[in-house]
């Protein structure tokens, strides 16, 4: 009777952590309750919210991060990406100059700087090219890169 009480809490545990396994955004969330002052966790909550569909989570998650270590140039990434495809641009251009102060030589943040410039309220393509470039220059396999060079490079 014993081994049965103990299998049938041993499924319960095993079931219950299924929960938590069940994506990626559940699992960083999580580890996020478990560890919430670990900025690593909370920019890592912030990613895989974004990219569930939880703009909301993300927001928070990736401002946790910042005042939890305000030097985290992948969290100011993190923001500015969610803050532009909120229609945010100047806050997201903030948060790039922030992270491009902590780290110059990011292609994903060149990248997205790019992306910036190429928004029609911040419509600058000789920008957009040079962020493009210097993207690809620091990673010259970072396909989404290379692509969006092309493409701006034959806008008008």
Do not use: C
């Not at 690593?40 to 990736?62: C, D, F, Q």
């Not at 990406?81 to 994903?108: C, F, H, M, T, W």
């Amino acid at each position: 009777m014993v081994a049965l009480a103990i299998a049938i809490v041993a499924l319960f545990t095993a079931l219950s952590r299924n929960d938590v396994w069940n994506t990626e955004s559940s699992l960083w969330l999580d580890t996020a309750m478990k560890s919430p002052g670990k900025a690593r966790v909370m920019n890592a909550l912030g990613s895989t919210s974004y990219y569930a569909g939880k703009p909301e989570l993300a927001l928070l998650a990736y401002r946790t991060a910042i005042q939890l270590s305000p030097e985290y140039a992948d969290a100011h990434v993190g923001l500015g990406v969610v803050l532009a495809s909120r229609g945010n641009l100047n806050e997201a251009l903030e948060q790039y100059g922030i992270a491009l102060d902590l780290k110059p030589d990011d292609a994903v943040l060149h990248y997205h700087l790019g992306l910036l410039y190429m928004e029609d309220a911040m419509r600058d393509l000789p920008r957009a090219r040079e962020e493009f470039r210097t993207a690809i220059s620091l990673k010259p396999t970072y396909g989404a890169a290379i692509q969006f060079l092309s493409y701006a490079e034959h806008m008008k």
